[in-house]
C-alpha cells in the first residue's frame, strides 16, 4: 500500500484548475518521494525521484511566474524570489546527492513538506484574485 506523506486538503484549492491540478502533482511526486525514501530503495532510484521533483517543480514555477508577467502582478519579485531560493536549495541538495554527501532523510522530506504547504497555503494565496479576475 502506499504510503501517504502529504494528503490533498481542500483548503490547499486555489480555485484555478490549472494551478491545482499542478499542485496535486507534486505533492503526488513527494508522496513517491517519500514512498521511495520509506521503502529503502537504491540511491540511483531516489536520485530520478529528486530529478523529477526538480523538474516539475521548475516547469510549475515558470506557469505561475509567466502568468505573473502577463497579467503584471505587483507581487511578482517577492514571489520569483521565492522560487529561486528554493531551486536554489533543491540543486544545492542535488549536487550534493551525486557527490555521495547526502542523501533524502526524514528532515529533507519534512523541509519539502512543509516549504510546499507553507508556500500555496501563503504565498500563492495572494495572487488568486487577479488570476481569477484574468479569467484563470
Ligand atoms: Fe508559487
Redesign the pocket.
Known sequence: MARVFILWNEKYNTGIQEIDDQHKKLIKILNSLYESFVDRTTNEKLKEVVQEMAKYTEYH?GV?EKYFKEFNYSAADE?IAE?QTFVQNVKTFQEDMEQGKVSVTFQLMNFLRSWLIE?ING??RRYISLFKEKGL
Do not use: A, M, V
Open positions: 514555477f505561475e514571489h522560487h508556500h504565498t500563492d
